[in-house]
């Protein structure tokens, strides 16, 4: 494996502070965008995969069709449809710098429905993103935008209420505008872990330890802690609680005290859109994967670049070579100042005699262009990519399964967080034919085996490249099924007279659905999708009488499936 090292300086983003500087956020500016009072699902801060959640999820009761106010005056600023990501959802740009973000909508008021649909049938897309100028859609504070749902990536329905910077557009706490939320519940907090900070996180398993409380304090169970190492950083799993709701919330601060002094801290209140990534850096990714939990870590790996850390007095790496024992003191704090503290006492194991050595041999670098190469694999992976350094293994594993063009490449451990993605050279171990040239696809299984991730594959001097965000076991494979087509309520020459909509399943085994097109009578009909099922709901697109509805759906490698149905309606 070659190695170039760059000269790049990698600084954790740790700024030097007495105290957090305090927000300066408005209070009571906004109102609550439902008429129901706020109960929250979720809040800011909580660990999502791959992103921090910035929005505050208001609950609808388990209904849709809530009406859903502008919380303040301003103008209607951008309108996306998704059938991901925050599914149809409303910003509202407001004079004094805020953008407040509704999604989940079930659908728009009136006047922005009309708009959108002619600009979808304008696009021939159902999936849009519209932007406004300030004159076009205003709104007064309390104003009916919209009607609350459950579209886009949800487990049920529910508004996600975002405040955001208009400026930079990084989501804000939304739990520090004074909003009417009752919270005077501490966070639970249920165990801590520590790190050897001579080793890289992904390169150890952390001593984990439960804790109690007692009198008020969290603590493990025996109060002085030996540590087999000389410097050591702490993590901790905790989340937080509310009144009137069941549903648990992201911490909003911590701060690390070691012998009464304040080290360093985390705050949770704006956090931007390339940065919530991190999240992965912010937390023992490894961990979570192996074991479910989340510690969320006090001390910024190597590679993390979010600003959230602030140095009192330290960098979150206590030096314990002293043999002393050292008191622990952890505040973890909800957004309403609710406090919970853990406290324990930690020593250097006198019996400990220094760290294994690792397998330098393959260590790939956070400030490194890491490249791999041999003759079936290459890739590298940009300064940057990795938080902390890891030891990349690499294997080879034949495989006689049909349909495989390549051997199965093992290539480093999935559960290492990756913040860039990478393109995969792979070079095929069997002839492909000419005619399956364009149904090459890259399948990634993660480490264990489980999972399918599949990339439409590009050629490129006799190598297929495909972009991945993580390492796992990767193989060339060929699709050359088309997508499934299911309809639900139509058959060919059906009466369609009462039919409210006309709905489809859409799936495809291997490389995925990339589009769907319906055509009536030759035109291009809007059709809607929640999940794997698109709908027609009936309008005055189809007037009474014969129709022809011709539906093509293409997967990511070019297979069609098309259908055609002869209809009354
Ligand atoms: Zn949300």
Redesign the pocket.
């Known amino acids: 494996m070659k190695k170039i090292f760059l000269l790049l300086l990698f600084l954790p983003q740790i700024i030097f502070a007495q105290t957090f500087p305090s927000p300066h956020f408005p209070q009571n500016v906004f109102r609550n965008p439902l008429d129901i009072p706020m109960l929250l699902?979720?809040g800011y801060g909580e660990i999502r995969p791959g992103h921090f959640?910035?929005?505050?999820?208001l609950k609808t009761e388990g209904r849709i069709g809530l009406p859903v106010h502008a919380a303040a005056a301003g103008y209607i600023s951008r309108i996306s449809i998704s059938n991901t990501g925050?599914g149809h959802v409303v910003y509202v740009t407001h004079p004094d710098g805020f953008t407040t973000v509704y999604?989940?909508l079930n659908r728009f008021n009136p006047a922005l429905e009309n708009y959108v649909k002619q600009q979808q049938y304008a696009k021939e897309s159902w999936a849009v993103d519209l932007k406004f100028p300030p004159g076009m859609f205003p709104v007064k504070q309390g104003q009916l935008i919209a009607y609350s749902g459950a579209t886009g990536s949800?487990a049920g329905p529910?508004?996600?209420?975002?405040i955001r910077n208009t400026l930079s557009e990084h989501p804000l706490n939304g739990l520090l505008f004074g909003l009417n939320i009752k919270d005077n519940i501490p966070p639970t907090v249920y165990r801590m872990a520590l790190y050897n900070m001579d080793r890289s996180i992904y390169e150890q398993n952390p001593d984990v330890y439960g804790l109690q409380k007692e009198s008020g304090i969290y603590a493990p169970s025996k109060k002085l802690i030996l540590f087999n190492g000389d410097k050591i950083g702490f993590g901790v799993q905790a989340l937080d609680h509310m009144n009137n709701t069941s549903g648990t919330f992201g911490i909003y601060e911590e701060i690390l005290y070691v012998d009464g002094k304040p080290q360093i801290g985390f705050r949770l209140n704006n956090i931007g859109y390339e940065e919530t990534r991190y999240v992965d850096a912010h937390t023992d990714y490894k961990t979570f994967k192996e074991t479910g939990r989340h510690f969320e870590l006090l001390f910024s790996l190597p590679g993390n670049k979010l600003p959230i850390y602030y140095n009192f007095g330290g960098n979150g790496t206590l030096d314990i070579s002293d043999g002393k024992a050292h008191t622990i003191k952890i505040i973890v704090r909800d957004a309403d100042g609710n406090t919970s503290t853990v406290q324990f006492e930690v020593q250097k194991n006198p019996t400990f005699k220094g760290l294994e050595k690792m397998n330098y041999a393959n260590t790939m670098y956070v400030s490194s262009r890491n490249i791999f190469e041999n003759n079936h694999v290459q890739f590298y992976l940009e300064p940057g990519t990795l938080y902390d350094s890891i030891c990349f293994h690499y294997q080879q594993v034949s495989t006689d399964k049909p349909g495989f063009h390549s051997g199965i490449f093992q290539l480093g451990n999935s559960d290492i967080p990756m913040y860039h993605s990478f393109n995969l050279n792979l070079k095929p171990q069997k002839t492909i034919p000419e005619s399956l040239h364009n149904k090459v696809v890259i399948v990634r299984r993660d480490s264990r085996g489980s999972g399918e991730d599949v990339r439409a594959a590009k050629w490129d001097r006799g190598w297929l490249v495909a972009r991945f965000n993580n390492f796992g076991n990767f193989s060339i494979q060929t699709d050359t099924i088309p997508p499934v087509i299911t309809p639900l309520n139509i058959h060919d020459n059906v009466d369609l007279s009462k039919a409210a909509d006309i709905r489809f399943r859409i799936g495809d085994n291997k490389s995925g659905v990339a589009s769907y097109r319906g055509e009536l009578d030759g035109k291009w009909l809007l059709f809607g999708q929640k999940r794997n099922v698109i709908y027609y709901t009936f309008d005055e697109h189809c007037p009474p009488g014969e129709h022809t509805l011709k539906l093509t759906v293409t997967d990511a490698v070019s297979n069609q499936s098309v259908r055609i149905y002869h209809f009354k309606r």
């Open positions: 699902a979720g959640h910035e929005g505050l999820d925050f999604g989940h949800v529910h508004v996600h209420f975002e």
